[in-house]
């Protein structure tokens, strides 16, 4: 997380949040780029210094309250992401709303895991969605289904509930020549992984963006095993497919139907992380059994997650940054604070 906030911190003055956001629009043909920019960089720049105030508070505060400074955190930095995308942010007072609901009332034996959360058509999630291209959007969420979709979370998913999940670790070779490197998948009786090399490469290719094809990768796959050969460079592009995420030099596989593939890892977080913030504000005593006892064994998933999302969060954005602009973000000395 450190190096992403040294980076991030880039745009905290006013000149550098101007000139980013200037050229994000010039790059997207907005008529009067340079006035939007202008008018937009101090909302921009004190979005991006809240949201390290948040993060670095809830890193010493205790778990009782951490989901809420979280919650606001997370929803900063996705303004601030936002915010290069649609230079008119916010437009009217209904896309300031959280934009997602979740049950108002919970029942007495609640269960984390079978509650859901449910976009709603106007508010902040619905704008993320029409500026990320997160279409269509399902009518609810699912709780358990959120945490399966976060591969770094699936050990403490599958621990917490005894279910399993379909995130796959791949094994990555370095080839010597020309700095390649070889994706080698496991054999499977289930899920995509089942299908014959040709049917899986047709998979594959079918649920690709359009801004990321294996054939632009120069990807070739094995004649016998299900082998993917590409540059080292690429694996960052591949992390761009639905079907993939790289996290640490490790590269996950969703192995999982693809009527129901997982929501981006922004989105996944800023879903669970509303429903939590909630739980820590209106359900204080199943939140407090949760947090100052050792009763539940959600505690141990709930931990996990906000640890993972307090540690690589701000990479998520920074990597949106990187891969959306072409203006570089220049690493910055460590923090002195």
Known sequence: MDNAWKTLRYLETEPTARKYLAACYHDMGVEHADRLA???????????????????????ADLSIQPLLLFYGCSHLLKGMLLTRDPYYPQNSRVLQHGV???????????????????QKEGFFAQLAQAFQLSPLQDRYL??????SIPIVSDSYRIATDKPCNWIPLRIDQISRDDMVRITFPEKMDGPLSYSTETFIQYIRRLTPSFCNLEKLNGEMGKNIKELTLPQCALSELDQHPLF??????L??????????PLPEWASHYLLLYLLSMLCRYETEWWGELTLSHGLVERYLVEHFLDY?????????????????????PSLPSDPY
Request: charged share 20%.
């Open 143 to 148: 709780v358990h289904d959120l945490f399966s």
């Open 101 to 119: 609901t979740t049950r108002k009332l919970k029942r007495n034996a609640y269960l984390l895991m079978e509650d859901e959360i449910r976009p």
């Open 245 to 250: 995420r790289l996290h640490n030099n490790i």
């Open 38 to 60: 202008f008018q937009q960089s101090s909302r921009f720049l004190f979005l991006w210094k809240q949201a390290r105030h948040f993060y670095t508070t809830s890193a010493v």
């Open 252 to 261: 996950f596989f969703w192995n999982g139907s693809a009527s129901s593939l």
């Open 309 to 329: 999302h307090t540690n690589t969060f701000p990479s998520v954005i920074k990597k949106h940054f990187q891969r959306n602009h072409p203006m570089p973000l």
